[in-house]
């Protein structure tokens, strides 16, 4: 019976049909989505952070609103992830006490620092670019409230890498102190953005399967070239270079090479010791704990006004 | 006290003649709360002109196990559809 009903499921994914919440799937990629869904859920929702930062510090108050329109959409991002987890029967308290605890993780590129302004266009062109070129084909994950999410993320992301880039071609065309806070920020923001994309290939275990489930559509170092090969030429555009000396084109791949990526940084962030690690959870903590009589008190008042009505009917 | 808000289901009139269509869900105290988090999350780029929302537990599914039998009826009834019938090429405007 169980091998009946694998077959079926997998034919179901290689026929390219979506599955739905209440379809049967394997226990193991049910796990393997939440585990994914909810990671991408926290860190929109700790990706908020960083460049909340600087919203009362925004230049101009078209960069300001510009700011808050794509923090808010963040939010929403968190939203309509954790929304398509609780199709899989976790609950949202149960998530975010996994996220609380550190139980769960997000993504380690929230763990560094925004100490210029510049660092808004950084994260723009690149956090978001990197984040965009992995979630495009999320659009066809398998698990279909996963892929719906995915497909309304995509579309409000796109203006999110556009006004970073916009940002860092002005300050590109800037004072001589402009210019240089542009090149400053892509270098500090340039290598962890390519670690965003996750372990080398041949360290991560786990993406076959994923892929055969439909689940991911490419491998982690097949996204990771086509974000340094579209970079590569983008930051032409900003008379600006990427901090990696071994970057060159290489016309027999038809790919750039690029330098070793520091792993060992990597996975010392991803343990917990990256420079705002502990910050980012204790003000995400504090946030909750701090709204909690606001979700208490919203309740109450919901339940009191529910009585008044039965009682008055 | 420690209760979670319930969730409710979202669906969404994008253009004034269009049926709603579920766009996705959300927690709230009540109704009018989900309203107004709808709207935030799912009409910021005027994608709505009208919002339903219901809690999540008044919907009941059909269990997709028994599609086989449920749908089962509509299955051998072509002549239902136009495609059915073979008329003559010169037979216009039907
Ligand atoms: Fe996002
Ligand atoms: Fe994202
Ligand atoms: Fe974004």
Redesign the pocket.
Known sequence: MEINLEKHFQDTVDAEIKIEPKDWMPEKYRQTLLRQISQHAHS?IV?MLPEANWITRAPSLRRKAILLA?VQ??AG?GLYLYSSAETLGISREEMYDQLHTGKAKYSSIFNYPTITWADMGAI?WL??GA?IMNQVPLCRASYGPYARAMVRICK??SF??RQGFELLLTLSKGNEAQKRMCQDAINRWWWPSIMMFGPPDDESPNTLQSVKWKIKRFTNDELRQKFVDVSAEQVKLLGMVLPDKNLVWNEARGHYDFGAIDWNEFWNVVKGNGPCNKQRLETRKKAWEDGAWVREAAMAYAEKKKEKNVKAA | MNKEWPLWEVFIRSRQGLDHKHAGSLHAADAAMAIENARDVYTRRMEGVSIWVVESKHIHASNPDDAGALYDPANDKAYRHPTFYDLPDELKHM
């Open positions: 929109e990706g794509k959409d963040e991002h723009g956090v978001d984040a409000e992301e999110h890498q």
